[in-house]
Nanobody, 123 residues
């Protein structure tokens, strides 16, 4: 996989954004996928993930009910729809591909992180 996240930007609190993660490689449909985020100076945080079929989705408690992860294998793209954004959602968001049999809720289960996209939520 060769991943590139995009779609970030500046939005007011309560607003929405949809991030995209495009795979320019050839194995997108073989992989579970995930999103993490990181604020400079802080640790990375798991956000959401989705299995190969797209039927199972997993979310951090902090985004549950506000964010939705989904995928389009024909477009080799994963999406993160973000609603009701809060200033604490401000971070650089990265997408990655799942490796091995680890938990879909663990960042350690993913790699191949591509360049991130900045999301800034103003209060």
């Amino acid at each position: 996989v060769q991943l590139q996240a995009s779609g970030g930007g500046l939005v007011q609190a309560g607003g929405s954004l949809t991030l995209s993660c495009v795979d320019s490689g050839r194995t997108f449909s073989d992989n579970g996928m995930g999103w993490i985020r990181q604020v400079p100076g802080k640790e990375r945080e798991f956000v959401a993930s989705i299995n190969r079929s797209g039927r199972s989705k997993y979310y951090a408690d902090s985004v549950k009910g506000r964010f939705t992860v989904y995928r389009d294998d024909g477009q080799k793209t994963m999406y993160l729809q973000m609603k009701a954004l809060k200033p604490e959602d401000t971070a650089v968001y990265y997408c990655g591909a799942k490796i091995g049999f680890g938990s879909y809720l663990s960042m350690d289960s993913f790699n191949s992180w591509g360049p991130g996209t900045q999301v800034t939520v103003s209060s």
